[in-house]
């Protein structure tokens, strides 16, 4: 569902991109999406990485879904806050 609604934002904000860490059991299902909806260009896939790099990536960014079913990590929106102070 997000990757629909980032083709309208890709048109909207040429340039902008949405990057997915982790190799969870929907990256498959992501890719082949991605590719049907042309969205190559504005969607990366960074795979697994270290906690550090996790980080780094956070920092980067100017906007961050966490769309978890399962996971509770509401402290993950807490850490980003603060990468962002400082």
């Given at each position: 569902m997000v990757c629909r609604r980032l083709r309208a934002f890709t048109l909207a904000f040429p340039g902008?991109?949405?990057w997915l860490i982790g190799n969870g059991p929907e990256?498959?299902?992501?890719?082949?999406?991605?590719?049907e909806l042309r969205l190559n260009?504005?969607?990366?896939?960074?795979?697994?990485?270290s906690?550090?790099?996790v980080f780094?990536?956070?920092?980067?960014?100017?906007?961050m879904l966490f769309p978890s079913?399962?996971?509770s990590e509401d402290g993950c929106v807490l850490?980003?806050?603060?990468?962002v102070a400082l």
């Open positions: 902008s991109e949405y990256r498959g299902r992501l890719e082949r999406v991605s590719r260009g504005a969607t990366v896939f960074w795979g697994s990485m906690r550090e790099h780094a990536r956070l920092a980067d960014c100017d906007v079913l399962h996971d850490k980003r806050w603060l990468l």
